[in-house]
């Protein structure tokens, strides 16, 4: 009998570990966000986020490409990156230097820009430039169609087409009185004072458009700057930086998911991280359920394959953020 001893022991402790487990899953968790706007109903399609406005089908992060999107796509997501000008406006671009964009180096190639911008010194930067020097170049300049031709080129009416630079005010005031129930994402890529001075500017800003207020997700890969907008502006939803994201990840996958602390209203993800060299994958149906149990949304980037894209909507994810909208607006009609 004292033989069994130990073994009574560890099936005690197997029998203890196990029925913690349970309760914890069981217990249902607080919800990060009640009435989350980027949520889908059970069952329903996920939504479509332009990923920079859609920069396959139009030179990114341009109105053009926002309106194209948005009328003519239908989707329901705008996501995009704001940048602080030398003059405190917000403008929209993926990089914090324009070259890559626009014809600010004149008729070099897209290769030789590249190139040239290897010397970070050579660049032209946003913070360094006021709105109205931003406003003098093409932003269609290096856009190439389908066919591989660069058809904004040489487009004397650039800024009637809607390639200069855009700002904030500008996308909200196209878009306000025609589709108020557009979404956006934003990530504020600013860091330090220009980031905390770019929360202050876009909390102003949508004072002029109070209804997207509660249309927007913002998120920041800079702890500072999250830590800004956590405390100054606890009224507008906020994404998840990436260690909140992962710690979030982790707990689902352990099912401890009762002791994540987080306050976040998106999940926004790839398919997969990599972690020391080692491909944690997150497509995961699991996943999405425990974020929806928390009112989390689950939305992934940056998806332009036809598989993956419907690989995501059997999961019943919320969003998929997308370069080309148009290709995803037709794989949805499928399953319409």
Request: glycine share 6%; charged share 25%.
């Amino acid at each position: 009998m004292k033989k069994q001893t130990p073994w009574i022991i560890i099936g005690s402790i197997a029998l203890a570990i196990a029925l913690f487990f349970g309760v914890i899953n069981l217990i249902p968790p607080k919800k990060n966000v009640e009435n989350n706007p980027f949520l889908v109903d059970k069952g329903e399609l996920p939504m479509i986020a332009a990923h920079r406005g859609g920069g396959t089908n139009n030179p990114e992060n341009t109105l053009l490409a926002f309106r194209e999107a948005v009328e003519t796509v239908g989707v329901d997501i705008i996501e995009s990156d704001l940048y602080l000008t030398k003059d405190g406006y917000l403008v929209y671009n993926h990089d914090d230097y324009i070259d890559e964009t626009c014809n600010v180096n004149g008729d070099l190639s897209l290769d030789e820009v590249k190139e040239l911008c290897r010397d970070k010194s050579k660049r032209h930067y946003i913070c360094d430039m006021t709105l109205e020097q931003l406003r003098q170049y093409n932003f269609g300049y290096y856009f190439e169609d389908k066919n591989g031709e660069r058809i904004f080129r040489d487009a004397e009416n650039f800024a009637e087409l809607g390639l200069q630079i855009a700002t904030a005010d500008q996308l909200f005031e196209l878009f306000y009185k025609s589709h108020p129930e557009l979404l956006f994402i934003v990530e504020i890529k600013d860091a330090g004072e220009r980031g905390k001075e770019a929360c202050h500017v876009l909390s102003e800003v949508l004072e002029q458009y109070p209804a997207y207020k509660d249309h927007m997700v913002i998120g920041t890969f800079n702890d500072e700057i999250e830590q800004e907008l956590r405390e100054r502006y606890p009224e507008l939803l906020r994404g998840a930086p990436e260690g909140s994201a992962a710690s979030f990840v982790m707990t689902q996958y352990l099912g401890v998911n009762l002791f994540d602390q987080s306050d976040f209203a998106c999940l926004q993800i790839p398919l997969s991280y990599d972690v020391k060299g080692v491909e944690v994958p997150l497509d995961n149906a699991t996943l999405v359920k425990r974020a929806h149990r928390r009112g989390i949304a689950v939305q992934y980037w940056t998806i332009n394959d036809p598989d993956e894209m419907r690989m995501l909507i059997e999961m019943g994810v919320d969003c998929i953020m997308t370069d080309d909208p148009v290709l995803l607006s037709q794989i949805l009609e499928e399953y319409k």
